[in-house]
């Protein structure tokens, strides 16, 4: 199955996936990925990001066939996850959201860096990110452009059809956050083995 650990800029996802990557899976077999690792273009756009997404499903695909799950690490909202091509031949979808307060994600990028004149629009889209998350009607039409994703999978529905966590990470330390998702990980994998996307 694909466990997609998200959220949006400066949330955390990137800072625990070292520990995870590190982590004692067993019984299972999790393979732990970045989905920047793919390499971004610098003219990246909304439909560059619909076509990573389903080349990261189709990765997922490959790993399924050899009894491997992936955790992907990234900033994939669900309803993009979900309207992938390929993402109803998975045997399961999941989906951790880590969320952070405006003031901390404020400060996380400040201190990589981030040109101040940004920060404003990171937290408009980490607002955007949590109300989708816990809403599939909440503004569909920021991820939306024409193309070959399948919206109508979850176009309406009050409720996402796979599990969704959401995690708050202000005021969290790294390591703190990373037993949690593998908590969450583990918790998923046993209890239901994800949910599957219907074509």
Do not use: N, Y
Request: aromatic share 6%.
């Amino acid at each position: 199955m694909l466990l997609s650990l998200t959220g949006a800029s400066c949330a955390g996802k990137s800072t625990v996936l070292p520990a995870l990557s590190a982590a004692d899976w067993a019984p299972w077999d999790v393979r732990c990925a970045e989905f920047d690792s793919i390499g971004v273009p610098l003219d990246a756009d909304t439909a560059w990001r619909h076509g990573a997404v389903e080349r990261w499903v189709r990765h997922a695909l490959d790993l399924q066939a050899d009894g491997v799950h992936l955790l992907l690490c990234g900033q994939v909202p669900i309803g993009e996850l979900l309207a992938a091509p390929s993402a109803d031949r998975l045997d399961g979808v999941a989906a951790c959201v880590l969320h952070c307060s405006p003031q901390e994600r404020a400060a996380r990028l400040r201190a990589r860096g981030e040109p101040e004149e940004s920060i404003a629009h990171h937290d408009r889209f980490g607002a955007w990110f949590l109300d989708h998350a816990r809403d599939p009607r909440h503004r569909p039409e920021v991820i939306r452009v024409p193309g070959t994703m399948r919206w109508e999978r979850w176009d309406g529905a009050s409720a996402w059809p796979v599990p969704v966590a959401i995690l708050e990470t202000t005021g969290v330390a790294p390591a703190d956050t990373a037993r949690r998702v593998w908590a969450w990980a583990r918790e998923t994998l046993q209890r239901t083995e994800g949910a599957r996307v219907d074509a």
